[in-house]
């Protein structure tokens, strides 16, 4: 009689029906750890361990993990058994959270289409500017993550995301980050329906724009009558200080996409907001009151996630947090770091951050950086990473298009403690990284192991 088969465990479950290759990878860099427990910047494994959270999921966590009064809204809601994507009545959360968030905002903005993911706002962005215009091309900003479906993805020119799943959408070029002459010249032709730019580059290496680029950029938009679309999914909900980090450069964008941070960190959800011109190009009759939705969007647990974060944020006033801590965050590495000829700058606004790595020049450890690089040029900051995981309780990443700069954001709730504690693990591995034997020799290991696999 045949055996019934063996119950897997979760993790293998995981690894045999969901993504055997991610396992693969968080065991190599020996970060495939059991989570039990999440508060604030601190994350408890089931072994007794506890980490330092310096990665936020991305800029998910801006009110920390399972922040109570999120949970408790979000309990709160369940609790209720009222009306839940019935896709047939007014949802009065998603009112009560559109005119919040139109109010934070400011300028144009002035209505607010409700979806899941950031991905899914930056594809309204397109498909409104298109409309709104009547053009199709689109311009972006070299380096820029915009999120992986079809749409976003063609407003992203590094080819590890994009190889293999074209053709991808016609009409669009990217611009340098920073180059209004560049932008110009796309722009002039008339025929472009919309620049779309993060304010401050996240997954590009945390570049933070000349001061007066992005209202330069807004004028040469509206002058050239195309759409000045600003990609906040990283950088909004006070993660730099300001609700939106455009607030910082003066500028009244078209559409606005938020995401991440606004679902507390717990309920999928995102927002594009927009003009009420541009709402009026798209929802312009009863026949089209509908024309681009989506079921999860405007769900009541969502709407309460946004509610109940943003009064987080406010009460606790995080965003004056997060601008007086990225600061002390950004001069304390630079004391800690100043004379190490492989850290290039460090550089940020508020909590979002980057550490940026380059070449060193010294001849001894010339030769095994640049042997390094021949193997893997992706593993170097992944060694940097790993060592600050393991042996200082840290978790942070590279920038997913620049692997020379690491990441220093944490959940806008971290103490001056806690930043005193990534300082001190930063400082132990780029000493580590500097004083060569062992770091390099770990690294080699890991790039010949990672090209293997
Ligand atoms: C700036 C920016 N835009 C858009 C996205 C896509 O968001 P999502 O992953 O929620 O689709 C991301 C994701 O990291 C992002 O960083």
């Known amino acids: 009689m045949a055996q019934p088969a063996l119950k897997l465990s979760v993790e293998s479950q995981y690894e045999k029906y969901v993504n055997p290759q991610w396992v693969r990878l968080l065991d190599l860099l020996r970060m495939n750890i059991r989570y039990t427990r999440c508060e604030g910047v601190e994350l408890f494994t089931d072994d007794g361990r506890r980490y ?4 936020s999921g991305y800029c998910v966590h801006n009110t920390g993990h399972n922040h109570p009064a999120v949970v408790a809204a979000l309990r709160d809601e369940l609790g209720r058994n009222g009306p839940a994507m019935l896709q047939s009545h007014v949802p009065e959360l998603a009112g009560e959270l559109a005119a919040a968030l139109c109010s934070r905002a400011g300028g144009r903005i002035a209505k607010v289409f409700f979806c899941s993911s950031g991905s899914e706002g930056v594809e309204a962005a397109i498909k409104f500017a298109r409309a709104h215009t009547g053009r199709h091309e689109l311009v972006y900003a070299s380096g820029a993550f915009h999120g992986l479906t079809c749409g976003a993805l063609s407003l992203m020119d590094e080819p590890f995301w994009s190889k293999g799943f074209g053709p991808l959408l016609a009409g669009t070029a990217p611009v340098p980050f920073g180059d209004l002459d560049a932008l110009r010249s796309q722009l002039a032709k008339k025929t472009v329906a919309a620049f779309i730019v993060e304010p401050i580059q996240g997954e590009a290496g945390i570049r933070v724009p000349a001061p007066e680029y992005l209202a330069e950029a807004q004028a040469l938009c509206r002058k050239f009558g195309t759409l000045f679309v600003v990609d906040e999914v990283q950088t909004g909900l006070y993660r730099t200080g300001r609700f939106l980090a455009s607030q910082h450069f003066g500028i009244e964008p078209d559409m606005v996409v938020i995401a991440k941070a606004l679902s507390g960190g717990l309920v999928p959800v995102g927002a594009l907001l927009m003009s009420d011109a541009v709402y009026g190009s798209v929802y312009n009759s009863l026949k089209r009151a509908i024309v681009h939705t989506s079921t999860y969007s405007e769900n009541g647990l969502a709407m309460r996630a946004g509610l109940a974060t943003l009064e987080t944020l406010e009460q606790e006033n995080l965003g004056q947090r997060a601008a007086e801590l990225g600061e002390i965050l950004r001069n304390r590495l630079r004391d800690a770091l100043n004379g190490y000829e492989m850290v290039k700058d460090v550089r940020g606004m508020g909590l979002l951050n980057g550490i940026e790595f380059q070449a060193p020049s010294r001849l001894r450890l010339r030769v095994a950086f640049e042997a390094f690089m021949k193997i893997h040029p992706g593993m170097f900051g992944q060694v940097a990473v790993m060592r600050l995981f393991r042996d200082h309780g840290i978790l942070t990443q590279m920038c997913g298009n620049n692997f020379m700069v690491l990441k220093a954001a944490p959940p806008l709730v971290v103490s001056t403690a806690q930043i005193d504690e990534y300082v001190h693990g930063v400082h132990e591995v780029v000493k580590l990284m500097h004083a060569g ?17």
Do not use: Y
């Not at 330092?52 to 990665?55: A, C, P, V, Y």
């Open 52 to 55: 330092l959270d310096f990665l």
């Open 437 to 453: 034997a062992s770091f390099w020799a770990e690294a080699l290991g890991l790039a010949r192991r990672a090209v293997n696999i």
